[in-house]
């Protein structure tokens, strides 16, 4: 079955770090990306990596502060969340996409987990 599947959220302290992780199950490998949505929000583009780990793509806010990695032998995909704030509060979820053509743009990713909730006490 082809899934995504998160896990590693929870709550934390402001300042706090979390690791989040992303289990693959896809026949290929695929440009991953990390979005979030906050509550009452639109969901939102945070980072993305190709294929080989090299691309890396931020959002502002998380330039800085999160970092993105993947293990394409244990086929997981990671976002370290560090200096962490009220405002990263959200649901944050893990994606694929075929292409790399616009990495902070949802419409390319064909693929999503389920999400992992998040939560920063200021």
């Known amino acids: 079955q082809e899934e995504l599947v998160e896990s590693g959220g929870g709550l934390v302290q402001a300042g706090g770090s979390l690791n989040l992780s992303c289990a693959v199950s896809?026949?290929?490998?695929?440009?991953m990306g990390w979005f979030r949505q906050a509550p009452g929000k639109e969901r939102e583009f945070v980072a993305a990596?190709?294929?080989?780990?090299?691309?890396?793509y931020y959002a502002d806010s998380a330039k800085g502060r999160f970092t993105i990695s993947r293990d394409n032998a244990k086929k997981t995909v990671t976002l370290q969340l560090n200096s962490l704030k009220a405002e990263d509060t959200g649901v944050y979820y893990c994606?694929?996409?075929?292409?790399?053509?616009?990495?902070?743009?949802?419409?390319?990713?064909?693929?999503w987990g389920q999400g992992t909730q998040v939560t920063v006490s200021s």
């Open positions: 994606a694929a996409s075929r292409t790399n053509s616009a990495p902070a743009a949802q419409y390319q990713y064909i693929y």
């Open positions: 896809l026949r290929n490998f695929y440009f």
């Open positions: 990596i190709g294929w080989k780990g090299v691309e890396l």
